[in-house]
Protein backbone atom coordinates (compact mmCIF):
# COMPACT_ATOMS: atom_id res chain seq x y z
CA UNK A 1 0.00 0.00 0.00
CA UNK A 2 1.39 3.54 -0.88
CA UNK A 3 2.37 5.49 2.02
CA UNK A 4 0.33 8.48 2.93
CA UNK A 5 1.90 11.80 1.81
CA UNK A 6 0.96 15.07 3.67
CA UNK A 7 1.69 17.79 1.74
CA UNK A 8 4.65 19.91 3.80
CA UNK A 9 6.31 22.00 1.02
CA UNK A 10 3.42 24.40 1.15
CA UNK A 11 3.51 27.42 -1.56
CA UNK A 12 5.60 30.45 -1.13
CA UNK A 13 4.61 34.07 -1.04
CA UNK A 14 6.17 35.85 -4.15
CA UNK A 15 6.08 39.67 -4.77
CA UNK A 16 6.77 41.46 -7.98
CA UNK A 17 10.11 43.19 -8.47
CA UNK A 18 9.66 44.38 -12.29
CA UNK A 19 7.24 46.15 -14.39
CA UNK A 20 4.98 43.49 -16.53
CA UNK A 21 4.76 45.20 -20.02
CA UNK A 22 1.99 44.09 -23.03
CA UNK A 23 4.73 41.83 -24.34
CA UNK A 24 4.25 39.60 -21.04
CA UNK A 25 0.50 38.65 -21.23
CA UNK A 26 -0.09 35.36 -22.92
CA UNK A 27 -2.82 35.39 -25.54
CA UNK A 28 -4.57 32.05 -25.02
CA UNK A 29 -7.68 30.53 -25.66
CA UNK A 30 -8.67 31.37 -21.83
CA UNK A 31 -6.85 32.86 -18.97
CA UNK A 32 -4.82 35.51 -20.62
CA UNK A 33 -2.16 34.93 -18.13
CA UNK A 34 0.46 37.22 -17.56
CA UNK A 35 4.41 36.40 -16.67
CA UNK A 36 5.76 37.90 -13.74
CA UNK A 37 9.06 38.28 -12.54
CA UNK A 38 9.57 38.01 -8.83
CA UNK A 39 11.71 38.52 -6.00
CA UNK A 40 12.66 34.86 -6.15
CA UNK A 41 14.41 35.76 -8.87
CA UNK A 42 12.49 33.95 -11.15
CA UNK A 43 9.46 34.32 -13.73
CA UNK A 44 6.20 33.09 -12.86
CA UNK A 45 3.11 32.70 -15.47
CA UNK A 46 0.45 34.26 -13.31
CA UNK A 47 -3.22 33.38 -13.50
CA UNK A 48 -5.57 36.37 -11.79
CA UNK A 49 -8.53 37.22 -10.24
CA UNK A 50 -11.57 38.05 -13.00
CA UNK A 51 -13.24 40.24 -10.32
CA UNK A 52 -16.56 38.46 -9.66
CA UNK A 53 -17.18 36.29 -6.68
CA UNK A 54 -14.98 34.41 -4.75
CA UNK A 55 -11.48 33.44 -6.50
CA UNK A 56 -13.03 29.91 -7.79
CA UNK A 57 -10.86 29.74 -10.71
CA UNK A 58 -7.20 30.65 -8.61
CA UNK A 59 -8.50 28.15 -6.07
CA UNK A 60 -8.89 24.87 -8.83
CA UNK A 61 -5.60 26.10 -9.99
CA UNK A 62 -4.35 26.03 -6.60
CA UNK A 63 -5.89 22.42 -5.98
CA UNK A 64 -5.07 21.14 -9.19
CA UNK A 65 -1.50 21.06 -8.66
CA UNK A 66 -0.97 20.25 -5.50
CA UNK A 67 -3.68 17.24 -5.97
CA UNK A 68 -1.32 16.23 -8.85
CA UNK A 69 1.92 16.38 -7.01
CA UNK A 70 -0.15 13.84 -4.84
CA UNK A 71 -0.59 11.82 -7.75
CA UNK A 72 3.23 12.02 -8.30
CA UNK A 73 2.64 14.28 -11.61
CA UNK A 74 5.43 16.63 -12.70
CA UNK A 75 3.49 20.12 -12.31
CA UNK A 76 5.72 23.30 -12.45
CA UNK A 77 6.52 24.84 -9.02
CA UNK A 78 4.50 27.62 -8.34
CA UNK A 79 3.22 30.39 -5.88
CA UNK A 80 1.28 32.86 -4.35
CA UNK A 81 2.08 36.13 -6.38
CA UNK A 82 1.18 39.51 -4.62
CA UNK A 83 1.39 42.28 -8.15
CA UNK A 84 2.29 45.39 -6.29
CA UNK A 85 0.47 48.21 -8.41
CA UNK A 86 3.08 50.39 -10.21
CA UNK A 87 4.35 47.16 -12.26
CA UNK A 88 0.80 46.27 -13.78
CA UNK A 89 -0.17 49.73 -15.02
CA UNK A 90 0.98 49.21 -18.70
CA UNK A 91 -0.84 46.34 -19.37
CA UNK A 92 -4.74 46.22 -20.78
CA UNK A 93 -6.02 44.57 -17.89
CA UNK A 94 -8.22 45.80 -15.10
CA UNK A 95 -6.66 46.71 -12.02
CA UNK A 96 -9.22 44.84 -9.60
CA UNK A 97 -7.60 42.01 -11.25
CA UNK A 98 -4.45 41.92 -9.41
CA UNK A 99 -5.85 43.39 -5.78
CA UNK A 100 -5.51 39.76 -4.34
CA UNK A 101 -2.27 37.47 -4.55
CA UNK A 102 -2.91 35.28 -7.80
CA UNK A 103 -1.79 31.65 -8.43
CA UNK A 104 2.16 31.86 -10.50
CA UNK A 105 3.39 28.35 -11.70
CA UNK A 106 7.07 29.24 -12.93
CA UNK A 107 8.12 29.65 -16.34
CA UNK A 108 10.47 27.38 -17.85
CA UNK A 109 11.33 28.06 -21.83
CA UNK A 110 12.94 24.91 -22.24
CA UNK A 111 9.12 23.06 -21.94
CA UNK A 112 7.35 22.59 -25.45
CA UNK A 113 4.10 22.79 -25.64
CA UNK A 114 2.02 19.76 -27.11
CA UNK A 115 -0.61 20.00 -29.49
CA UNK A 116 -2.08 17.46 -32.45
CA UNK A 117 1.02 18.26 -34.44
CA UNK A 118 4.27 17.79 -31.95
CA UNK A 119 7.00 15.88 -33.17
CA UNK A 120 9.22 15.53 -30.45
CA UNK A 121 8.38 12.50 -28.79
CA UNK A 122 11.23 10.05 -28.65
CA UNK A 123 11.35 6.58 -29.88
CA UNK A 124 12.92 4.41 -26.75
CA UNK A 125 10.70 1.85 -25.11
CA UNK A 126 11.50 2.89 -21.71
CA UNK A 127 10.76 6.40 -22.01
CA UNK A 128 7.73 5.93 -24.18
CA UNK A 129 6.35 3.85 -20.55
CA UNK A 130 7.18 6.89 -18.87
CA UNK A 131 5.13 8.92 -21.15
CA UNK A 132 2.10 6.65 -21.03
CA UNK A 133 1.93 6.51 -17.67
CA UNK A 134 1.71 10.13 -17.22
CA UNK A 135 -0.85 10.43 -20.16
CA UNK A 136 -3.05 8.14 -18.81
CA UNK A 137 -2.91 9.27 -15.22
CA UNK A 138 -3.80 12.68 -16.09
CA UNK A 139 -6.54 11.79 -18.37
CA UNK A 140 -7.84 9.53 -15.48
CA UNK A 141 -7.43 12.89 -13.18
CA UNK A 142 -9.63 14.47 -15.44
CA UNK A 143 -12.41 11.98 -15.43
CA UNK A 144 -12.24 12.42 -11.82
CA UNK A 145 -12.06 16.06 -11.26
CA UNK A 146 -14.24 16.55 -14.40
CA UNK A 147 -12.22 18.54 -16.72
CA UNK A 148 -13.57 18.89 -20.02
CA UNK A 149 -11.22 21.46 -20.80
CA UNK A 150 -8.25 18.81 -21.75
CA UNK A 151 -9.69 17.72 -24.88
CA UNK A 152 -8.14 16.88 -28.53
CA UNK A 153 -8.19 20.47 -29.62
CA UNK A 154 -6.93 21.87 -26.39
CA UNK A 155 -4.13 19.49 -24.41
CA UNK A 156 -2.78 21.80 -22.42
CA UNK A 157 -0.13 19.72 -22.13
CA UNK A 158 4.04 20.53 -21.59
CA UNK A 159 6.50 18.57 -22.17
CA UNK A 160 9.94 18.43 -20.54
CA UNK A 161 12.34 16.93 -23.07
CA UNK A 162 15.15 16.72 -20.64
CA UNK A 163 13.14 14.42 -17.81
CA UNK A 164 10.85 13.39 -20.83
CA UNK A 165 7.67 14.10 -18.31
CA UNK A 166 4.36 15.53 -19.66
CA UNK A 167 2.97 18.50 -17.30
CA UNK A 168 -0.43 18.98 -17.24
CA UNK A 169 -1.53 23.15 -16.87
CA UNK A 170 -4.76 25.07 -17.16
CA UNK A 171 -7.40 23.86 -14.42
CA UNK A 172 -9.72 26.92 -13.94
CA UNK A 173 -12.52 25.02 -15.65
CA UNK A 174 -12.29 21.95 -13.07
CA UNK A 175 -15.93 20.96 -11.66
CA UNK A 176 -17.49 20.82 -15.37
CA UNK A 177 -16.61 24.68 -16.03
CA UNK A 178 -15.43 25.79 -12.13
CA UNK A 179 -19.07 25.09 -11.34
CA UNK A 180 -18.32 23.09 -7.60
CA UNK A 181 -21.57 24.46 -6.68
CA UNK A 182 -23.79 22.39 -8.89
CA UNK A 183 -23.71 18.36 -9.22
CA UNK A 184 -20.70 16.70 -11.11
CA UNK A 185 -21.31 14.80 -14.17
CA UNK A 186 -18.95 12.84 -16.18
CA UNK A 187 -16.89 14.30 -19.06
CA UNK A 188 -17.62 12.43 -22.58
CA UNK A 189 -15.00 10.96 -24.55
CA UNK A 190 -14.68 14.11 -26.55
CA UNK A 191 -13.68 15.62 -23.57
CA UNK A 192 -10.89 13.37 -22.89
CA UNK A 193 -7.05 13.64 -24.10
CA UNK A 194 -7.91 9.72 -23.78
CA UNK A 195 -9.76 8.98 -26.29
CA UNK A 196 -8.30 11.64 -28.47
CA UNK A 197 -7.04 10.41 -32.33
CA UNK A 198 -3.73 12.00 -31.28
CA UNK A 199 -3.06 9.48 -28.78
CA UNK A 200 -2.49 6.84 -31.29
CA UNK A 201 -0.25 8.87 -33.26
CA UNK A 202 2.18 9.52 -29.69
CA UNK A 203 2.66 5.85 -28.91
CA UNK A 204 2.10 3.85 -32.23
CA UNK A 205 2.46 0.36 -32.26
CA UNK A 206 3.99 0.18 -28.13
CA UNK A 207 0.47 1.67 -27.09
CA UNK A 208 -1.92 -1.82 -26.43
CA UNK A 209 1.04 -3.68 -25.00
CA UNK A 210 1.61 -0.69 -22.15
CA UNK A 211 -2.02 -0.20 -21.93
CA UNK A 212 -2.34 -3.88 -21.12
CA UNK A 213 0.26 -3.63 -18.88
CA UNK A 214 -0.36 -0.57 -17.15
CA UNK A 215 -4.20 -0.64 -17.01
CA UNK A 216 -3.88 -3.67 -14.13
CA UNK A 217 -2.52 -1.07 -11.52
CA UNK A 218 -4.17 2.07 -12.65
CA UNK A 219 -6.78 0.95 -10.94
CA UNK A 220 -5.41 0.64 -7.23
CA UNK A 221 -2.96 3.50 -7.90
CA UNK A 222 -6.22 5.95 -8.21
CA UNK A 223 -7.78 4.56 -5.21
CA UNK A 224 -4.73 4.92 -3.42
CA UNK A 225 -4.38 8.12 -4.39
CA UNK A 226 -7.68 9.69 -4.32
CA UNK A 227 -6.91 8.35 -0.47
CA UNK A 228 -3.90 10.24 -0.42
CA UNK A 229 -5.84 13.47 -1.77
CA UNK A 230 -8.38 13.33 0.80
CA UNK A 231 -6.35 13.17 3.66
CA UNK A 232 -4.52 15.63 2.40
CA UNK A 233 -7.35 18.27 1.48
CA UNK A 234 -7.84 19.75 5.35
CA UNK A 235 -4.33 21.50 4.92
CA UNK A 236 -4.85 22.41 1.19
CA UNK A 237 -7.77 24.70 2.18
CA UNK A 238 -6.15 25.60 5.30
CA UNK A 239 -3.30 27.37 3.24
CA UNK A 240 -5.75 28.80 0.51
CA UNK A 241 -5.34 32.51 0.51
CA UNK A 242 -8.18 34.03 2.77
CA UNK A 243 -7.81 36.90 -0.01
CA UNK A 244 -9.92 34.26 -2.38
CA UNK A 245 -12.64 34.56 -0.27
CA UNK A 246 -12.84 30.17 -0.54
CA UNK A 247 -15.88 29.24 1.98
CA UNK A 248 -13.47 26.50 3.30
CA UNK A 249 -16.70 23.92 4.83
CA UNK A 250 -18.96 24.91 2.18
CA UNK A 251 -16.01 23.95 -0.43
CA UNK A 252 -15.14 20.52 1.26
CA UNK A 253 -18.88 19.48 1.88
CA UNK A 254 -18.72 19.88 -2.34
CA UNK A 255 -15.60 17.45 -2.65
CA UNK A 256 -16.91 14.87 -0.60
CA UNK A 257 -18.99 13.04 -3.20
CA UNK A 258 -15.50 13.47 -5.89
CA UNK A 259 -14.10 10.89 -3.24
CA UNK A 260 -16.75 8.89 -2.86
CA UNK A 261 -17.07 5.00 -4.13
CA UNK A 262 -19.62 5.47 -6.48
CA UNK A 263 -18.35 8.81 -8.57
CA UNK A 264 -14.69 6.31 -8.25
CA UNK A 265 -16.78 3.39 -9.78
CA UNK A 266 -18.10 5.79 -12.63
CA UNK A 267 -14.59 7.61 -12.96
CA UNK A 268 -12.90 4.18 -13.88
CA UNK A 269 -15.29 2.94 -16.11
CA UNK A 270 -15.10 6.21 -18.53
CA UNK A 271 -11.67 5.45 -18.05
CA UNK A 272 -11.75 2.40 -19.59
CA UNK A 273 -14.70 2.98 -22.19
CA UNK A 274 -12.28 5.92 -23.65
CA UNK A 275 -9.22 3.49 -23.85
CA UNK A 276 -11.23 0.69 -25.65
CA UNK A 277 -12.60 3.23 -27.99
CA UNK A 278 -8.91 4.50 -28.81
CA UNK A 279 -8.21 0.89 -29.28
CA UNK A 280 -10.74 0.30 -31.19
CA UNK A 281 -10.41 2.99 -33.62
CA UNK A 282 -6.68 1.92 -34.26
CA UNK A 283 -7.58 -1.98 -35.51
Known amino acids: MRKTNIVKNLPGNLTS ?18 KVYCNDGNDYVCKYFNGIGPATGLFNEYLAARFFQLWELNVPDFAFV ?21 FGSRYDHKLKEVDKF ?10 IELIVADYLKIGLFDIWLSNDDRNFDNFNLLYNFETNRLIPIDHVQLFNGNNLDRDPYQINENDSILSAPFMNGIFSRTLQQILKEYRLTIEEEFKSYLRTCYENLGPILQYTPPEWRIDSAF ?3 RLEFYFSESWQKQCLESFNQFIQYSLNRSL
Open 17 to 34: IKEIIPEDCFNTRGSHPV
Open 251 to 253: TKS
Open 118 to 127: FLGWPSRKNT
Open 82 to 102: NIQKHHFEKIPLPHHCFNIPC
